[in-house]
């Protein structure tokens, strides 16, 4: 008489999974705790923050000893110290157009009607 093999029900094969998924929880618990620490990137900046740029302007008083005097618009008038050694020239108009690619700073005044262009200085030998 051929022997009948009885099939394992469903309740021991559900026990088989959750006792794995048990198994597979725990050691990945296991080794996510005993990991290594992770590297940790400190920077550490010491620098003097650039000062805000400050913009005067105002007509020219005087220019003695390194420092420059202007009448502001309002009345008051400002000192500023001049750079040992600035260039100061006296500026004259352009006989002949600019070249393109000439270095130049801009003048712009602002007013109740907006920016409104003053000039422009040419910096002699710049490109």
Known sequence: MPQRIQRAGPLLLYATLA???FAAT????YV???EPPRDALVLDVQ???VPDATTVAGTI???EGGELVLATADGGRV???LAPGAPIEDLVRAQEALPAGA???VGVDNTAFGQ???GVVAVEGGN
């Open 116 to 118: 409104v262009f003053t």
């Open 79 to 81: 000192t500023l110290t």
């Open 32 to 34: 996510y705790a005993h």
């Open 61 to 63: 008083v005087s220019i």
């Open 47 to 49: 620098a003097t923050p």
């Open 103 to 105: 270095s130049v700073n």
């Open 19 to 21: 006792l794995a998924f």
């Open 26 to 29: 725990t050691l990945g618990s």
